[in-house]
């Protein structure tokens, strides 16, 4: 009795497979296109260039306003200040939140500093 059962279960599937083959042959074609799209090419922007020193230099730390860092920046601000004490550390809250933009910031920062540090959280 099971010889039979099984039998018969191979010859229904052997059947179904059978029926489905040739009535996918029939479909027509799909077209599909790529849901990425065509990705514009990655423009590398190199790093600057390194400070030898930053002895009688001007660096600005700005400070993005990101949630619960202001401790963290006025701490950084403070270690910096003692550790390199011939170098002028300007310390600068950003307009705005992370994604406003603030040119005045920026505009000072490319006249009169040597370097920048921009918190972005953490």
């Known amino acids: 009795m099971k010889i039979r059962t099984i039998?018969?279960?191979i010859a229904i599937l052997i059947a179904s497979f059978a029926s489905f083959s040739g009535w996918a042959a029939d479909e027509g074609k799909i077209v599909v296109m790529n849901p990425?799209?065509?990705?514009?090419?990655?423009?590398?922007i190199p790093m600057a260039p390194r400070q030898p020193t930053l002895?009688?230099?001007t660096v600005y730390i700005v400070d993005t306003k990101y949630a619960m860092t202001k401790p963290f920046v006025t701490e950084l601000h403070s270690a910096l200040q003692a550790k390199y004490p011939k170098t002028t550390w300007v310390l600068r809250e950003k307009f705005g939140m992370y994604m406003d933009d603030d040119p005045n910031l920026w505009k000072e920062v490319k006249e009169k500093a040597a370097g920048s540090i921009v918190l972005v959280g953490h």
Do not use: T
């Open 7 to 9: 039998g018969m279960m």
């Open 36 to 44: 990425r799209g065509v990705q514009p090419e990655i423009r590398k």
């Open 55 to 57: 002895d009688g230099k």
